[in-house]
């Protein structure tokens, strides 16, 4: 292998390192804001059942009060009682009260089964308060832990950069504008490795980045000049392995 596909490979290590850890610094700033959406879903949540509980407590004191007022009224019915002039007029009062009495029972289990809401409601926000706190507090851990990770990894992206711009140094304008525009497509994986199959010729050759045949012109080529070539398939920048050579 000649001098510029060497240099090539090497600055091709240094952008799979640089590739590396920048996907290490996303999965870093991920798990921060994977954590800090989902405790942005709980309190979405706990305001839900704070609002739905306020709202039962609400409908609780109307039917109190409804209640209240049906007492009231029972008792200025029972009054009216002793005042009645005629039988009559008398079973037409105690029919009022009854009525009262009996929608006041239906009131009165509505309004129970209402505070019973009120109290599960409360309770389940309570508890999502808790899981809250908790969440918040793992919040914490992972923002120290990952502030911690990211000024390593921030670190070694800048040595990696650094060291990258070195290794261009050496490498021809054109060629490293090549190589940049393909490393650009896939993630530092610029250059693939000529795989030759069989024992003897004639060989068969195949590329390593996406593994697609390969014309004997390709490999013939890379065997005697030190140039670029591309694979016809994917366009990664072709080299062969210089212990199979």
Do not use: W
């Amino acid at each position: 292998m000649g001098t510029l596909l060497e240099s090539l490979r090497k600055l091709q290590k240094i952008e799979q390192d640089i590739a590396h850890v920048r996907s290490r610094i996303r999965v870093r700033n991920n798990a921060v804001n994977v954590q800090k959406r989902k405790i942005e879903q709980l309190e979405q949540d706990h305001a839900s059942l704070q609002t739905q509980g306020i709202d039962r407590r609400k409908l609780a004191d109307s039917l109190e009060l409804d209640l209240k007022e049906r007492d009231g009224k029972v008792v200025s019915f029972r009054a009216g009682l002793n005042a009645a002039r005629s039988n009559k007029e008398y079973a037409a009062i105690l029919t009022q009260i009854n009525t009262l009495k009996a929608d006041s029972a239906k009131i009165e289990d509505r309004t129970l089964s209402v505070i019973q809401e009120v109290e599960t409601l409360k309770k389940q926000a309570d508890e999502l308060a808790e899981k809250i706190a908790g969440e918040n507090k793992r919040l914490a851990d992972i923002t120290e832990q990952s502030d911690k990770e990211l000024d390593k990894l921030n670190a070694m992206l800048e040595e990696l950069l650094q060291a990258r711009a070195e290794a261009s140094e050496s490498i021809p304008a054109s060629s490293l504008a090549v190589f940049e525009r393909i490393s650009d497509n896939y993630e530092g994986e610029a250059m693939a490795m000529v795989e030759i199959h069989g024992r003897k010729p004639p060989h068969t050759y195949v590329c390593g980045g996406c593994f697609m045949s390969l014309n004997s012109e390709h490999a013939n080529a890379l065997s005697l000049r030190d140039e670029i070539r591309t694979c016809d398939n994917c366009g990664r920048i072709l080299y062969i392995d210089p212990h199979a050579q």
